[in-house]
T-cell receptor, first 112, second 112 residues
Framework: TQLLEQSPQFLSIQEGENLTVYCNSS?????LQWYRQEPGEGPVLLVT?????EVKKLKRLTFQFGDARKDSSLHITAAQPGDTGLYLC????????????FGTGTKLQVIP | KAGVTQTPRYLIKTRGQQVTLSCSPI?????VSWYQQTPGQGLQFLFE???????NKGNFPGRFSGRQFSNSRSEMNVSTLELGDSALYLC???????????FGSGTQLSVL
């Protein structure tokens, strides 16, 4: 059972367009992370959000953690070809030893 | 600071063989996690080690095992390989007290 569902699964857009990726779960997480993975490489951490309702900005990327800490979104403004990659959300649970669970992934292609 | 190093980068094996993958974490990181990534199942958690002890284990058969050494380097072993074990195996290390994962480039295993 996949605990974190991402949508859309695939996204192909033109350079300059805006997009939003969603990460949803029925479980509560103590924190949620977003990673970007390029072909042939491991995922790279972009951001961690820990407080319900928290919004973090990283240049053209805006990350939001849902109030109930069950969902998150990633919004990219004016997408560029360098944004191309697989975007993964990951939820961590506190209490005891933490285990990070990854979402299903969103493959983004930005066409020049 | 050197990143997470995984060896080998690519591996081709036949069914029934066994394989050992190696991971050297970032200096000072004592937690090492292993993930299996396939197109169909995404990133699946295998296990996590901290100070030579397995702290968490995912839902994989006993053919998948791992260990961690006193210098925090980790190995994972897969015995009696099956075609379905073909995947990218990713290792990640974490600083103590956080759930942030720093991934290596992975080992691409192909089972023929």
């Amino acid at each position: 059972t996949q605990l974190l569902e991402q949508s859309p699964q695939f996204l192909s857009i033109q350079e300059g367009e805006n997009l939003t990726v969603y990460c949803n779960s029925s479980s509560v997480f103590s924190s949620l992370q977003w990673y970007r993975q390029e072909p042939g490489e491991g995922p790279v951490l972009l951001v961690t959000v820990v407080t319900g309702g928290e919004v973090k900005k990283l240049k053209r990327l805006t990350f939001q953690f849902g109030d109930a800490r069950k969902d998150s979104s990633l919004h990219i403004t004016a997408a560029q070809p360098g944004d191309t990659g697989l975007y993964l959300c990951a939820g961590a649970r506190s209490g005891g030893y933490q285990k990070v669970t990854f979402g299903t992934g969103t493959k983004l292609q930005v066409i020049p | 600071k050197a990143g997470v190093t995984q060896t080998p980068r690519y591996l081709i094996k036949t069914r029934g063989q066994q394989v050992t993958l190696s991971c050297s974490p970032i200096s000072g990181h004592r937690s090492v996690s292993w993930y299996q990534q396939t197109p169909g199942q995404g990133l699946q958690f295998l296990f996590e080690y901290f100070s030579e002890t397995q702290r968490n284990k995912g839902n994989f058969p006993g053919r998948f095992s791992g260990r961690q050494f006193s210098n925090s380097r980790s190995e994972m072993n897969v015995s009696t390989l099956e075609l379905g074990d073909s995947a990218l195996y990713l290792c990640a290390s974490s600083p103590q007290g956080t759930e942030k994962l720093f991934f290596g480039s992975g080992t691409q295993l192909s089972v023929l």
